[in-house]
């Protein structure tokens, strides 16, 4: 067997030194020494007996053998190392063959359950035993009945009697335009009959259905989560070190503005890639760095960032959509601090003539240290997914994301990297084209002040009693009624939002082709869980505006100008009769407003007006004054129906805007409409109606409906530039 050094040297330097001189008298050459086969079977028989033999019993094995008692030290040291590893070895073979072995089995098991059928009726069998099934029905019974008991405890407190005294229910055809313009029934355009709305007439709708873009059903290999699991490691290691960065001239500073850009020559140098060579030409590159401190903890934070719906929650006016595809692993790399997922989501601006980003896209999360955590998305290429993604412009994430880290009384401090490679199929609008080359569109600073605004908002909501005024006098009476009207506000302003770029794979469609600003129209079903199975008209216009966003929000959102824009007002009055604030700036808030002289004093409008250095929304949506009481009361919200319009507002990205806080604007005044565009900031107005078809498959849409929604739209965007002086 083996050998150990020679007899010779001392414990210290021995005559095994490899770094010894060679003219050293007292340094002596290694000697090699092979056992013979009388010792390796002696100290084989002992290393059965006592693999861990003691210094008498190596003392007496070495003066049987004529060793030293260093050799056989070493001898057994060798033997215990050499036994150890014929052991893992085997263990290792035994772990493959069961791991082969369970592989094909469930590989057998799939391909079983593909054609597998019914033996009772032929068709695909239930996955779960039929008494669970059973069980579960029983339980979502006995909840849908409570759920009825409840709502009908609240509708007889408005309709005097008890819900099972009312007589059957005929279907109702309602006006398109109803809901839309109810606050001022009687007067203007909405005093027609109900309009017969075709739907086959914008392409890409049909008649009898308007379906959700299905999500394809993937099948994740344990090759494929490997994968997912090396480019999600690289790509947590690429964004530390952007995020990090400050002394290796990754990024640099705008002499314009001062934002934080990243130097491509530095980055392809730090970051090589294969085929760097081959870059498409007309991919842009798009990249920033911005960080920011919000109201809310890291944990918190975290846990939203990996759901899918609370993520389009934080971000409504940034993520149109959002899914989760995968759960690739939860507790990877021996801790049960990271998750990776696969996901998909659409990215949007705020307005008809931008087309959206759509990714898939893995989303991993890593607790690098108590109280700080990254979570990083990087683009992931899905079996046919060139054919699943609609939108003109190709965008691949590169390794974007961002850091975490507490801070004191449940602060977080937020850096956030955003970095893609964007191709457009299409020419960009020329109203949007500054904002989105410039790189605000979709970078950081945008995520990071979205990100301060909506924590703002739930901070102010869990703070009793201190964010509202009742100019009425106790209209809204109790904290619980805060609740439940800030929620209200919440699916109204998400309503909006996802109107905007409707999530069921419809197009917009130009209806109208104006000189000065293009009407466009889709058609989609409403996300509204009110009224789940309506069809919706949405019809948006974009206009460039000579003022500040900042002045250009003040218009909007004051009650007192209201009628200066408001063409189904007919310039009556409207009063505030509720004011519930959820920021710290006096725009963010929620209101009720009242309209005066009209024939219909049931009727009530919910305002929301929120703003951000990234741009602004004001919506507003006609309810009913039941409905508004079941608000007040502090009842669930949820099926009230809702059909917001209302406004988008940004900054035209301009070079003299490029860093421009709205914050520090002056509110809004005549005097300061008429400016030339290349002197001052400008804003894009995005106008937003939604008009409801109808319940009914069947329903058809006229010409006179689009000579409605154009009228609408036009009369609108006439009144506003009158009001500003921008004619």
């Not at 009230?640 to 990205?653: K, M, R």
Request: hydrophobic residues 35%.
């Amino acid at each position: 067997m083996e050998f150990s050094s020679g007899v010779g040297g001392g414990g210290g330097g021995g005559g095994g030194s490899s770094g010894g001189d060679a003219s050293d008298p007292h340094r002596r050459k290694k000697r090699y020494h092979r056992h013979t086969a009388h010792q390796i079977q002696r100290l084989e028989s002992m290393f059965k007996e006592c693999p861990h033999p003691d210094e008498k019993t190596r003392n007496l094995l070495s003066r049987e053998l004529g060793l030293h008692p260093r050799q056989i030290k070493f001898w057994f040291q060798n033997r215990r190392t050499q036994m150890k590893a014929q052991h893992e070895r085997s263990d290792n073979c035994a772990l493959r063959a069961d791991n082969d072995k369970i592989r094909c089995e469930n590989i057998a098991i799939r391909e079983a359950l593909k054609n597998i059928i019914c033996p009772s009726c032929g068709g695909p069998p239930v996955t779960e035993d039929s008494y669970f099934d059973e069980q579960k029905l029983r339980i979502e019974n006995a909840q849908l009945k409570e759920e009825l008991d409840r709502v009908s405890s609240i509708a007889a407190k408005y309709i005097g009697r008890p819900i099972s005294q009312l007589p059957p229910v005929q279907p109702i055809h309602i006006s398109s335009l109803d809901l839309s313009m109810a606050s001022f029934g009687g007067h203007g355009i909405n005093a027609g009959p109900t309009l017969d709305l075709d739907l086959d007439l914008l392409p890409g709708s049909s008649s009898s259905v308007i379906p959700n873009m299905p999500f394809p059903s993937m099948s994740v290999s344990d090759l494929d989560k490997s994968l997912m699991s090396d480019i999600a490691a690289s790509a947590m290691d690429e964004l530390i070190r952007l995020v990090q960065s400050n002394e290796d001239h990754l990024w640099i500073k705008s002499s314009s503005d001062g934002r934080e850009m990243l130097n491509l020559e530095t980055y392809e140098r730090t970051f090589p890639r294969p085929n760097d060579h081959l870059k498409n030409p007309n991919v842009r590159i798009e990249a920033s760095r911005d960080s920011g401190v919000v109201i809310m903890n890291s944990l918190a934070l975290v846990d939203m960032f990996m759901d899918a719906n609370k993520w389009v929650e934080l971000f409504p006016t940034i993520v149109s959509r959002a899914r989760t595809i995968e759960v690739i692993s939860s507790g990877m790399l021996g801790s049960q601090s990271s998750t990776l997922q696969l996901m998909y989501e659409e990215l949007q601006v705020l307005s008809a003539l931008v087309p959206t980003r759509q990714f898939y896209f893995l989303r991993f999360r890593q607790q690098i240290e108590p109280g700080l955590w990254a979570i990083v998305n990087v683009s992931y290429n899905v079996p046919h997914q060139e054919s699943q993604l609609s939108s003109s412009c190709k965008a691949q994430r590169l390794p974007s994301g961002c850091l975490i880290q507490d801070m004191p009384n449940g602060y977080s401090k937020i850096t956030w990297v955003e970095h893609c490679e964007v191709e457009d199929k299409a020419p960009i609008h020329r109203l949007y084209r500054d904002l989105i080359q410039s790189g605000l569109a979709f970078g950081a600073e945008r995520w990071i002040s979205t990100l301060q605004r909506t924590c703002e908002r739930v901070a102010y909501l869990m703070v009793p009693g201190n964010s509202s005024r009742d100019p009425g006098g106790g209209v809204i009476p109790s904290p619980e009624g805060k609740r439940s009207m800030t929620r209200l506000a919440q699916r109204m302003v998400s309503n909006f939002c996802s109107s905007i770029n409707p999530s069921n794979g419809q197009q917009w469609t130009s209806v109208s082709g104006l000189n000065e600003f293009e009407v466009r129209a889709t058609l989609h079903r409403s996300t509204d869980p009110a009224q789940p199975n309506a069809v919706v008209l949405s019809a948006a216009a974009t206009i460039w505006l000579p003022i500040p966003p900042q002045s250009v929000f003040n218009f909007f959102r004051d009650e007192r100008t209201r009628p200066q824009w408001d063409v189904l007002s007919n310039q009556n009055p409207v009063q505030e009769v509720a004011h519930i604030s959820n920021g710290s700036h006096p725009g963010n808030c929620i209101s009720i407003l009242r309209a005066y002289n009209t024939s219909q004093n049931n009727m009530l409008i919910l305002q929301e007006s929120c703003i951000d250095s990234s741009g602004s929304i004001v919506v507003h949506c006609p309810v009913d004054l039941p409905s508004i009481n079941v608000a007040m009361s502090g009842e669930d919200p949820t099926f009230l129906p809702l059909l917001p319009s209302g406004f988008t507002i940004s900054p035209d990205g301009g070079p003299h805007q490029l860093h421009h806080n709205q914050y520090d604007v002056a509110s809004t005044s005549s005097s300061n409409s008429n400016v030339d565009r290349s002197s001052s900031s400008g804003s894009l107005v995005t106008v937003v109606f939604q008009i409801l078809v109808s319940n009914s498959p069947s329903a058809r849409m006229s010409p006179e409906t689009v000579n409605t929604v154009n009228n609408l739209i036009g009369n609108t965007v006439h009144q506003i530039k009158a009001a500003l002086n921008c004619n």
